[in-house]
Nanobody, 121 residues
Framework: QVQLVESGGGLVQPGGSLRLSCIAS????????IGWFRQAPGKEREGVAC????????YYVDSVKGRFTISSDNAKNTVYLQMNRLKSEDTAVYFC??????????????WGQGTQVTVSS
């Protein structure tokens, strides 16, 4: 069982940047694939960015393409989400999760506890 802990959230002004980290304990993340998901108040959880298990291909939801970058450090068993040019609509609790679906819509593996990202002036 993989245990995941997210960090790096906070309050940032529109146009600013944050980098989220997700540290895994247990089996290597590249055995499972890993993704970032978010849930804003009153909205359903959505996939933001994922890394595939077989070839490391990345997937991004349209609303973050060109602004967010998912990456991993296998030596540290950590995955990152670099978020640039943040917008108020990016405000949400961000979760990392293993075994994402191919289109990064859901994840069937382990989930972290989430980290709050608030974009506001």
């Amino acid at each position: 069982q993989v245990q995941l802990v997210e960090s790096g959230g906070g309050l940032v002004q529109p146009g600013g940047s944050l980098r989220l980290s997700c540290i895994a304990s247990g089996p290597r993340l590249d055995y499972y694939g890993i993704g970032w998901f978010r849930q804003a108040p009153g909205k359903e959880r959505e996939g933001v960015a994922c890394i595939g298990v077989r070839d490391g291909t990345t997937y991004y939801v349209d609303s973050v393409k060109g602004r967010f970058t998912i990456s991993s450090d296998n030596a540290k068993n950590t995955v990152y989400l670099q978020m640039n040019r943040l917008k108020s609509e990016d405000t949400a609790v961000y979760f990392c999760a293993t075994e994402p679906s191919s289109l990064c819509t859901v994840a069937r593996g382990s989930w972290g506890q989430g980290t709050q990202v608030t974009v506001s002036s």
